[in-house]
C-alpha cells in the first residue's frame, strides 16, 4: 500500500518510517509532487492534522496521513500547543521557541508538560481516521542534547532515565514518544 506522509518535516519522517509495516511504501511530499506549504489554520490539533491530510488528499489523490503536536504545559495553562510551531513568530524557529518557553516558565517549580500528537489518515473522499498519542513528563532548566527537534532539548520524559529527547537515539525515543504512540494506532488500523 502506498501512503504519502503529509509533512515537510525530514525528522519526522525518520521517526515514523521504522514504525510503519513492511507492506506500507511511505511516500514523501516531494515524492508526489508536492511542494507548497500545506494549509494548517485551524484551532486544534485534530483540526490541523485533518486540512493538512485531506489537502493531500483532494490535491494530489494519494492516501495519506499528517500528524499536528503540541507541548502543553501546565503552569503556562497549556500553552504553547497548538501554537507550538510558532509560538516564538512566524519564522518557526526551535531555537527562539524553547528559549521563549524557558523565559516564560522562568523559576517556576511546576514543570509538568506533555507532548500530545493527533494524526488524521484521509484513504477517501470521506474517509477520515484519527488516532491520538501522548507523553508526560517535564521541562528540563536548560536545553541539553543534540538529537531530535523542536522542544527535544527541553522535554525529560517521566517514563525515561532521567535524559531529555534530544539526548536520545531515535529508536529510544521512538520507544517513549507521543508520534511513536499514535502512529502505533495508526498502524493497528491498516493491520486491522
Ligand atoms: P507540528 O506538528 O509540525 O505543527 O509541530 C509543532 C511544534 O512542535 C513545532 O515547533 C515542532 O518543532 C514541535 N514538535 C513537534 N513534534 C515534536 C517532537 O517530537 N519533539 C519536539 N518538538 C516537537
Do not use: W
Not at 54 to 59: L, P, R
Not at 82 to 92: E, F, K, L, T, W
Not at 161 to 190: I, Y
Amino acid at each position: 500500500m502506498r501512503l504519502c506522509f503529509a509533512s515537510n518535516n525530514a525528522h519526522k519522517l525518520d521517526e515514523i518510517r521504522p514504525l510503519l509495516p513492511a507492506g506500507i511504501e511511505l511516500l514523501s511530499l516531494a515524492e508526489i509532487g508536492c511542494h507548497e506549504e500545506l494549509p494548517e489554520t485551524q484551532p486544534t490539533l485534530e483540526g490541523n492534522a485533518r486540512q493538512k491530510a485531506q489537502y493531500v488528499f483532494d490535491h494530489y489523490g494519494v492516501p495519506c496521513f499528517a500528524d499536528d503536536t503540541g507541548l502543553e504545559v501546565e503552569a503556562l495553562h497549556g500553552e504553547p500547543g497548538v501554537y507550538s510551531a510558532r509560538y516564538a513568530g512566524p519564522q518557526r524557529a526551535a531555537a527562539d521557541n524553547v528559549a521563549k518557553l524557558l523565559h516564560k516558565l522562568g523559576t517556576q517549580l511546576n514543570r509538568r508538560a506533555r507532548f500530545r500528537t493527533v494524526v488524521a489518515l484521509v484513504r477517501g473522499r470521506h474517509e477520515v481516521r484519527e488516532f491520538s498519542g501522548e507523553v508526560a513528563g517535564t521541562i528540563a532548566a536548560a536545553p541539553i542534547g543534540r538529537g531530535g527537534f523542536g522542544y527535544d532539548p527541553v522535554f525529560v520524559p517521566d517514563e525515561g532515565d532521567g535524559r531529555t529527547f534530544a539526548e536520545m537515539t531515535l529508536a529510544e525515543k521512538n520507544q517513549l514518544s507521543h508520534r511513536a504512540r499514535a502512529v502505533a494506532g495508526l498502524v493497528a488500523f491498516l493491520n486491522g
